[in-house]
């Protein structure tokens, strides 16, 4: 019981941020997600589509390829064709 009551506080705070979050913290937070479940640590460059990560983001594509070049731009991580590498995973975290 306690497992399954985790499972759906996770999975609703999740719908939670997708509904109300910004473009800008649902980036953020979709690709700290995938760090950690990719790597055990974030020093990794996570391999994934843009389509698709925009898809667990809940964003359009366009959106998530205008939000990644500004967290580029600003620092935030490092782009190399498919591969992203988080560089400032504390700063990551709290975008708004």
Do not use: H, P
Not at 49 to 56: E, G, I, K, N, T
């Amino acid at each position: 019981m306690e497992l399954l009551s985790q499972n759906i506080t996770e999975i609703k705070a999740q719908l939670f941020q997708m509904a109300y979050s910004s473009v800008r913290r649902k980036t953020a937070q979709t690709l700290i997600q995938f760090a950690q479940v990719m790597n055990t640590n974030t020093e990794g460059s996570i391999k994934i589509s843009r389509s698709d990560l925009a898809s667990v983001a809940g964003i359009a594509t366009e959106s998530l390829i205008r939000t990644l070049s500004g967290f580029k731009k600003e620092g935030l991580i490092e782009i190399e064709g498919r591969n992203i590498k988080i560089k400032e995973l504390k700063a990551l975290q709290y975008v708004n």
